[in-house]
């Protein structure tokens, strides 16, 4: 049985609405997960998957858990 991918998208968007409620800029979430400030826009834009690490990064930088982070995914 194959196993479904992650629905990046539903990430971006996550992703943007968490940096803006925190008032991060892209160069500040850059810093904080020590992503490029291209690889953090490329993320949010969806053009790039990421992996497990960069995500773990982002959620970490949010202040949250990788697991509430993800949680969107459940939805």
Not at 25 to 42: F, H, K, M, N, P
């Amino acid at each position: 049985m194959p196993i479904d991918a992650p629905d990046y998208r539903r990430l971006a968007v996550r992703m943007q609405a968490l940096r803006k409620a925190s008032g991060l800029t892209y160069e500040q979430l850059a810093e904080a997960t020590g992503l490029s400030r291209r690889g953090v826009i490329a993320l949010e834009r969806g053009e790039r998957n990421g992996n497990v690490g960069s995500w773990f990064k982002v959620a970490k930088a949010l202040g949250m858990t990788m697991g509430e982070f993800m949680s969107v995914l459940d939805r």
